[in-house]
């Protein structure tokens, strides 16, 4: 296998190229993967001529800003998808509605990709679960011991102080931040800890009512209709606007919400990506062999210095250079896996379901490659038996 960086990450495997979160076209591939609808990691749905793969919630979000073709195949979270030589599976990132983490699996290894994820659970989102890989992708946007985020009880209490302080003030507390993803944990966290009326721009609740349509429970008003209009003239509500939006009135009182925020005077550091100690977390559970940092900036250089260091397992920012990767599977760990999966199918010889043997098996640290190796032998020699 061949990982490479071109402004999206490339994987080249028996003459099959695929693409993760490309930004531009890629050279070789026709088959592209889109793990959430933020917009710099799915500006793939703009480039033409592609087989594009992502949940149906992301093609929803992103189909908000662009016209989209049909050349889209859903992916669903958990579910195995054949392309020739590879097994591609996404699973939950804990970053937004409908964000995916894209595990890869050839002969020759198992390759984990995170884009943006979380692993603390939100309001909004379950947390992001390890996977057992050979090559761990990983975001490293606050990839820097500069940034450990408090814990969101203590950033949503005093995000609710701030705004009750606000209105006596006869103040309207007005928060900047995404409009997708923290703009709808900022909704959760009011409805659940005030009366306070959510008032939200035009754009923030377009993203509302596809959170609705999945069974999220949201209540805020637009500000572009006559009762959010109404609401923001009579002063004790809470108003969230996107990030480069400044209300010109001196009744708004305005902080941002990020997590760019830890730093700042005048903020909350509330955010949907892990921070570094549990990106650092994150990556020793995995167990990998190889480390690639990315979507981080110099922040891709700190993280993986603190991987090397810390965890004692090789890492380096992706976009240095290309990785050729020939994963030898060792004889120990293929027997020990074969004796795992006879003790979970409990009764040799009998029919087993591949995606129960696959999902308790990796919780003992298997990659998926491995499984499927230890899985044809055990076929091959009448130990079990697929359905």
């Not at 979000?61 to 889209?72: Q, T």
């Not at 944990?185 to 409805?191: L, R, V």
């Not at 004889?331 to 199918?345: D, G, P, W, Y």
């Amino acid at each position: 296998m061949r990982i490479s960086w071109n402004r999206g990450i490339s994987i080249s495997y028996n003459d099959l190229n695929i693409t993760l979160d490309a930004q531009v076209r890629p050279e070789e591939s026709i088959h592209a993967f889109i793990s959430h609808a933020h917009y710099d990691h799915s500006k793939t749905f703009k480039i033409k001529n592609l087989k594009k793969y992502s949940t149906r919630e992301t093609r929803e979000i992103a189909a908000l800003y662009s016209n989209l073709d049909n050349n889209w195949f859903p992916l669903i979270m958990n579910k195995v998808m054949r392309i020739s030589d590879f097994e591609i599976v996404p699973h939950n990132s804990g970053h937004v509605l409908g964000s995916c983490m894209i595990e890869v699996a050839t002969s020759q290894g198992t390759i984990l990709y995170t884009g943006d994820f979380n692993t603390r659970e939100t309001y909004t989102m379950k947390p992001a679960e390890p996977v057992p890989c050979d090559v761990l992708i990983v975001e490293a946007t606050f990839g820097s011991p500069r940034f450990q985020f408090p814990s969101i009880d203590e950033v949503s209490d005093n995000m609710v102080k701030w705004a009750e302080e606000k209105i006596k003030e006869g103040k309207i507390p007005t928060f900047q931040t995404d409009s997708l993803g923290n703009s709808q944990e900022i909704i959760s966290i009011f409805n659940k800890s005030t009366e306070f009326p959510v008032v939200t721009s035009p754009s923030i609740s377009k993203i509302n009512e596809i959170y609705r349509s999945h069974g999220f429970r949201l209540e805020y008003i637009d500000s572009g209709c006559e009762d959010g209009k109404e609401i923001l003239d009579g002063g004790e509500a809470v108003y969230i606007v996107p990030k480069r939006y400044y209300p010109k009135d001196s009744r708004f009182a305005v902080a941002l919400v990020s997590g760019w925020a830890l730093h700042g005077n005048n903020g909350f550091p509330l955010s949907d990506h892990a921070d570094f100690k549990d990106a650092l977390k994150f990556v020793g559970e995995c167990s990998p062999k190889l480390v690639l940092t990315c979507h981080g900036g110099k922040n891709n250089y700190i993280l993986a210095e603190h991987v090397e260091k810390r965890l004692k397992i090789q890492s380096y920012p992706i976009q240095l250079i290309p990785t050729k990767i020939e994963c030898e599977i060792e004889e120990e760990r293929i027997s020990s896996c074969e004796k795992t999966i006879l003790k979970v199918a409990k009764v040799p010889g009998f029919t087993y379901s591949k995606k129960v043997i696959m999902k308790e098996v990796q919780r003992y640290g298997f990659t998926r490659s491995e499984i499927n190796v230890a899985l044809k032998r055990l076929e091959d020699g009448g130990f079990l038996k697929k359905e």
